[in-house]
């Protein structure tokens, strides 16, 4: 079951990756209705346990999720915008501080964390000069690369467990019936 969730994974992760605009709204959108879905679930834990000290707070909490659920389905090209900025920024903080840091410490991995520094800094300045257009398709292909390398790691463990499985077996007795014993 593991390789065949694998192979889907990795199918819609290569369907993704040629259409990384729909892939990008089709996140999106999945990425409001989960922050809808769970506002709600949220208002009703908090109506639940409104005895509680922290029930205006859980309220409060679920009212900014439904709300910015809404606004990201009403809205998914605006959203997929505000966090293609939000990655770039990422990038950008992330790959100074591992650049200076590589430099300031000069550890036992310095070149790699120099290296993974300048990719991430690299990487920010490229969307964020293509942006807003970048955020067409920066999303998107995060998260179908995301999938295609989750779905090949399940792959692999679907593949490798039943062999793994397979071996063990042919070393245990088995009965009249070709069940193992006990």
């Known amino acids: 079951m593991l390789a065949v969730l694998g192979a889907i994974l990795v199918v819609g992760g290569l369907v993704g990756l040629f259409y990384t605009a729909f892939a990008t709204l089709t996140s999106m959108l999945l990425f409001g209705w989960l922050l809808l879905v769970g506002g709600f679930v949220g208002l009703l834990h908090a ?4 005895k ?3 029930f205006w707070l859980a309220v409060v909490v679920a ?3 439904i709300a910015a659920g ?3 389905i009403r809205h998914p090209v605006e959203s997929a915008e505000a966090l293609t900025m939000f990655a770039a920024l990422l990038f950008l903080t992330g790959g100074v501080f591992r ?3 590589s430099v300031v ?3 036992p991995q310095f070149g790699w964390t120099l290296l993974q520094g300048a990719f991430g800094l690299l990487l920010g300045l490229l969307v964020l000069f293509e942006w807003p257009s ?3 398709y920066v999303l998107g292909t995060f998260f179908s690369l995301a999938l295609l390398f989750d779905g090949l790691g399940l792959l692999a463990i679907g593949v490798g467990g039943r062999r793994i ?3 063990v077996s042919a070393d245990l007795p088995e009965d009249d019936h070709g069940r193992l014993r006990k």
């Open 63 to 65: 009212a900014l999720n």
């Open 52 to 54: 509680e000290g922290y």
């Open 47 to 50: 109506v639940e346990s409104r």
């Open 134 to 136: 970048s955020s067409l």
């Open 165 to 167: 499985v397979h071996m």
């Open 99 to 101: 650049l200076v840091g």
């Open 105 to 107: 410490v000069r550890g």
């Open 70 to 72: 809404a606004v990201v």
